[in-house]
């Protein structure tokens, strides 16, 4: 798998697994599950945040790469609140809901939206995101995050303070790279290049291209791929001899399901060169596929026709 350097000189994976699945509604075994096929795929940096998982995130991912070793890098967000951990009678409740959540997949994404909603964000006081960052460490049982994200953090949020906060973090070695992760919106509004320490940004990709430009003086990082799914496919089925010289220009069989996937994969990473991309999935099958994914030589030439058509 390609890989990138981070901006304090670590090396990982450009592939990064997106841990929004984990917890929650999911439980221990089947996010260990995604976790090692991840892993065993070749991926070996993790995206993950506090209110993932309904709070739970953060430790499962930590009980993982305590088994993957050293070579696993994480980057986790700041700003959002985390779930409260429950009791013994909140953990039985919990385990309970698992079970109906697995069994209706509308009600898990409608109260996953919930929870979000009522999560708290933008809060970007130092004295949040100090205990914040202590309560990622000790929940991933490291000592060091190799990415801190300011979470949907706005132009305005960016203080002197907040800023020298991030420098301190870094001279202490709790964490290697700083950044922001936010809306569209959110990051155009910005002034580029960022205040030092910020050095990535981390949004949305969209297959019609509305979103922030790869920065040449940081890394840009993408999420959201899959969410474009339904998009690329209708596209494809409104213009078949468009797919069929894509199919024999990439050998992704784009008509078909999975297809349609890795090509979205493939297109992100050509467009993300100097960052990653972000795979995610509750199938460790389709977290293998997603693994397997490579920028395009011809991906330019691709999306501009793509583009056309939207």
């Known amino acids: 798998m390609d890989e990138i350097v981070l901006a304090n000189g670590r090396r990982t994976t450009r592939i990064a697994f997106g ?6 509604s999911t439980g221990w075994t089947p996010s260990r599950k995604l976790l090692t096929a991840a892993w065993d795929a070749g991926i070996r940096h993790f995206d993950v945040a506090p209110s993932y998982g309904f709070g739970e995130a953060e430790q499962f991912l930590g009980r993982a790469i305590k088994e993957f070793g050293s070579a696993a890098t994480v980057t986790t967000k700041v700003g959002i609140g985390r779930g409260s951990r429950p009791g013994r009678l909140g953990q039985l409740v919990r385990s309970t809901a698992r079970v109906g959540l697995a069994a209706v997949p509308g009600l898990r994404r409608k109260l996953g939206n919930k929870m979000r909603a009522a999560a708290p964000r ?4 130092t004295g949040f995101v100090r205990a914040s960052v202590e309560e990622s460490l000790r929940a991933l049982g490291r000592e060091h995050i190799d990415v801190l994200l300011l ?3 706005l132009a305005s949020d960016l203080s002197p303070e907040l800023l020298e ?10 964490i290697g790279v700083a950044g922001v992760g936010s809306r569209t919106e959110s990051l155009q509004a910005m002034s580029w290049p960022l205040s030092a320490p910020l050095a990535m940004a981390q949004g949305v990709w969209r ?3 509305q979103h922030l430009a790869a920065s040449p003086e940081m890394a840009t990082n993408r999420h959201g791929v899959v969410h474009n799914l339904p998009q690329l496919r209708s596209i494809l089925e409104a213009h078949p001899a ?3 010289e894509v199919t024999d220009r990439t050998s992704i069989h784009c008509t078909e399901p999975r297809g349609a996937v890795s090509l979205l994969m493939a297109l992100a990473l050509s467009e ?3 960052g990653m991309v972000i795979a995610q999935s509750r199938d460790p099958g389709r977290v293998k596929e997603l693994a397997n994914a490579r920028a395009l030589s011809s991906a330019a030439e691709i999306l501009t026709a793509l583009r056309g058509m939207v």
Do not use: I, V
């Open 165 to 174: 906060l991030l420098s301190e973090f870094q001279r202490e070695g709790k």
């Open 151 to 153: 979470h949907e953090a």
């Open 19 to 24: 841990c929004g699945g984990l917890g929650g």
């Open 272 to 274: 993300a060169p100097g």
């Open 122 to 125: 933008g809060q970007f006081g």
């Open 207 to 209: 297959l019609d291209g």
């Open 242 to 244: 468009f797919a069929a």
